[in-house]
């Protein structure tokens, strides 16, 4: 039997979940992790060590307006281990959907956490915080979502937002927005609050965050609204598979069609990917090949924005700045019988060679299936 990697706790979360991985998955699942986000694979053996040697980051996961979709995607994981994994690299002290304490237990396990770890753990925040009628939407413990949010924080070494609810108020932000719902940041304005947005967002970005800061004490690069760049620094539309239907001019014209039904660009139907930063394209979720949206048929809806997602009309298109292919390429077929005697006698026996070469693959180039679906361009083409 291997050797599991965690040690029997009284940790009121863990001690209901994991039974422990061995360690060679435990150090190949931190290397996948490492990779999936552009972090060398020095610097996932550091993590990996670290973690090993005990030094986990303590997090500290609090709920607010939220679907619970974030935890899902953290904990739902196919690949045998995963979710142990996840438990063997961070110490989850306090998260109310899934820990064993609950009540007074449970508020006592918060306490005793932050104390003990105060200035150094985690604060994960999932969901976005009500603020109107005073913050009364939500209470836990007696406190408002927007009091328990700056109480935990004051003593957090890190904030992490975890998806569009707790970046910028997400789905329970939508118009007319009820319940005054905002993003921690401006509810903690002063503190640094990383956002990883995503609907759910993506837990290898979590994971790999959260271990560079424990092992190595830094954060990793971050753009204009927090977020890490390793993840949200391109566009998924340079980096989406449906990309070379775009630039051919071949778009689904709606869901279900025959272009629908081979894959091609989604951009008529509302794709965002022109204008969202994240890394879906390449980094699927649960370690499923092609599970995220445009991998299965569902236009990106821009959930990384927080001026698209819940703002934007889903099948709205949306500009895009960068140049476009032109609107007409010049033809790739040639004309049979092209090559005359006369020009063969012309160039020789050699060119003439080659000219028949030439014949031979344009007739391949010709011989297309009998019914292709017609191709077409952006409606707003040329913009
Ligand atoms: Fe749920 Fe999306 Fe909000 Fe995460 S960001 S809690 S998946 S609605
Ligand atoms: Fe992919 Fe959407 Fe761009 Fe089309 S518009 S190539 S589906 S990201």
């Not at 550091?46 to 953290?74: N, Y």
């Not at 956002?195 to 753009?223: H, K, R, S, V």
């Not at 869901?255 to 091609?264: A, I, K, N, Q, S």
Request: charged share 20%.
């Amino acid at each position: 039997m291997p050797q599991s990697l965690t040690p029997a706790s009284d940790n009121p979360v863990t001690r209901s979940l994991s039974p422990g991985i061995d360690r060679r998955s435990f150090f190949k699942a931190v290397l996948q992790i490492a990779a999936s986000v552009g972090l060398s694979a020095v610097v996932a053996n550091q993590m990996a060590e670290a973690a090993v040697r005990g030094k986990k980051p303590v997090v500290i996961w609090l709920h607010f307006q939220d679907c619970t979709g974030c935890t899902e995607s953290l904990l739902r994981t196919t690949q045998p281990g995963l979710a142990e994994l996840v438990l063997d690299l961070i110490s989850l002290d306090y998260h109310e959907t899934i820990m064993a304490a609950a009540g007074h237990q449970a508020e006592q396990a918060l306490q005793a956490s932050m104390k003990a770890n105060a200035g150094k753990y985690i604060l994960v925040v999932e969901g976005s915080i009500p603020t109107a009628n005073n913050g009364n939407f939500i209470r836990i413990a007696g406190k408002t979502g927007v009091n328990m949010l700056k109480e935990v924080a004051e003593h957090a070494g890190l904030v992490i937002a975890v998806g569009s609810c707790a970046s910028w108020g997400g789905l329970p932000s939508a118009e007319p927005n009820p319940t005054g719902a905002v993003g921690a940041h401006e509810i903690l304005k002063g503190t640094k609050v990383i956002n990883l947005p995503g609907c759910p967002a993506n837990p290898n970005i979590f994971l790999a965050t959260a271990l560079q800061y424990a092992t190595l004490g830094t954060l990793p690069e971050l753009d204009s609204d927090n977020r890490p760049k390793f993840a949200y620094g391109r566009l998924i539309h340079d980096h989406c598979p449906r990309r070379a239907h775009f630039d051919a001019g071949r778009f689904a014209q709606q869901f279900g069609d025959e272009g629908h039904r081979l894959g091609y660009c989604l951009y008529k139907l509302g794709c965002k990917g022109p204008a969202t930063h994240a890394n879906c394209s390449t980094n699927h979720f649960c370690e499923v090949v092609d599970a995220w949206p445009i991998g299965i048929g569902a236009p990106c809806f821009g959930c990384t924005e927080k001026k698209l997602a819940f703002r934007m009309p889903m099948f709205q298109t949306v500009d895009i700045d960068r140049p476009r292919p032109p609107e007409f390429y010049p033809s790739m077929t040639a004309k049979y019988s092209s090559v005359s005697a006369v020009a063969t006698g012309v160039v020789g026996v050699i060119a003439g060679a080659a000219a028949a070469g030439a014949f031979k693959l344009s007739k391949k180039v010709n011989d297309k299936p009998e019914s292709e679906p017609a191709s077409d361009k952006p409606s707003d083409g040329g913009k």
